[in-house]
């Protein structure tokens, strides 16, 4: 897996997807890993990883809700 410093050392078991993911896997996973959110893509979870403060990652969320 190919990993940011942020999250090195975090097990698959610690990536999650939303309750609202499609069934076939189109969406991103995210962990909480320390001051960050990490996420990736689900369907290709080696390709990368961004991680951002729990604070941005939060204001993200709710403003794909408004």
Not at 3 to 19: L, V, Y
Request: charge should be negative; aromatic fraction near 8%; hydrophobic fraction near 45%.
């Amino acid at each position: 897996m190919n990993e940011t410093p942020a999250i090195a050392g975090r097990t698959e078991a610690g990536w999650f997807k939303s309750s609202h993911s499609a069934a076939d896997n189109e969406c991103v996973e995210v962990a909480f890993h320390g001051p960050t959110t990490a996420i990736r893509d689900s369907k290709a979870p080696a390709r990368g990883v961004l991680a951002v403060p729990h604070a941005t990652f939060a204001a993200f969320v709710e403003a794909l809700k408004g």
